[in-house]
């Protein structure tokens, strides 16, 4: 992946899990990384990590619930290294857990604003930065790569996911909405399904008790490096017969073609 070198990334939720691995992956591969989640001590931490490791890295506090915060993430790209070429649309929740008409509405939208709404203002902020970028500059022309982090609830409902399953169907369409209207102009978009991540959110699906899910033995879960590995793929070249569209990280193909057989 050595196409990705002296790129510049913006990662969303990257305080933990597929973010904060993501993160360290996209560094390991010589990629600048913005960190931003809520947490700012914890991405802090990690940036520093990155750092004393050789790679550049820098944190921004961002609720992407709010599109000021992630519009100021962006332009943080832009102010510490000249650019961005690559988005990670990771934040996400997973909580509240409870049949529908047991749900509180308040926190039920608050989590339809971090899990979709966040996807619309990531791309909203990212796209036009992308699309007019200096082609005489270090980005090499116009355009950019862009991961929004699905799940299998996106197309497959769960008991007690009401607002999970329909902010991620929302979202790969927004996937395929930016193919339509950009993916002839550089920008390329695609969708990571990975399945089971042996993250903290599969220990507060476990403890609700609802769904099949929440019955799965923790040993089938896939280590967060996996999607990580995964989402630096995808923003290659070689992954750009996918743009559009999901990729499940359980085909055995596409983890052939990342790596990890």
């Known amino acids: 992946m050595q196409e990705l070198k002296d790129k510049t990334a913006l990662v969303t939720g990257a305080s933990k899990g597929i973010g904060a691995a993501t993160a360290r992956e996209l560094a390991g591969l ?17 940036a520093a990590e990155i750092r004393r490791a050789g790679g550049q890295a820098e944190a921004v506090p961002c609720d992407v619930s709010r599109y000021d915060d992630v519009a100021a993430a962006v332009a943080r790209c832009q102010d510490v290294f000249g650019g961005l070429d690559i988005l990670i649309n990771n934040a996400g929740v997973i909580e509240p857990i409870a049949r529908l008409a047991d749900s509180d509405p308040e926190t ?6 971090i899990n979709y709404k966040g996807v619309y203002h990531g791309l909203r902020a990212a796209i036009p930065v992308m699309l007019t970028q200096d082609a005489d500059g270090p980005r090499h022309g116009n355009g950019g790569a862009i991961v929004n982090v699905s799940s299998g609830a996106a197309t497959g409902v769960r008991e007690g996911w009401s607002h999970y399953c329909s902010a ?15 993916g002839t102009q550089g920008i390329r978009v695609v969708g990571l399904s990975p399945g089971t991540v042996a993250t903290e959110m599969q220990v507060l699906i476990r403890a609700s008790g609802v769904n099949p899910v929440s019955q799965l033995d923790p040993s089938v ?6 999607p990580a590995r995964a989402i630096a793929w995808l923003c290659t070249e070689d992954a ?5 569209g999901d990729v499940s990280l359980k085909d055995e193909e596409i983890r052939r073609r990342v790596g990890l057989q």
């Open 221 to 226: 879960h896939i280590p967060a490096a996996w």
């Open 108 to 113: 039920w939208s608050h989590a339809a604003d």
């Open 30 to 46: 010589g990629v600048n990384v913005i960190l931003a989640a809520r947490s700012a001590r914890e991405i802090e931490a990690i």
């Open 240 to 244: 750009a017969e996918f743009c559009g």
């Open 168 to 182: 991620k169907a929302a979202a790969l369409l927004l996937t395929r909405s930016v193919h339509l209207e950009y």
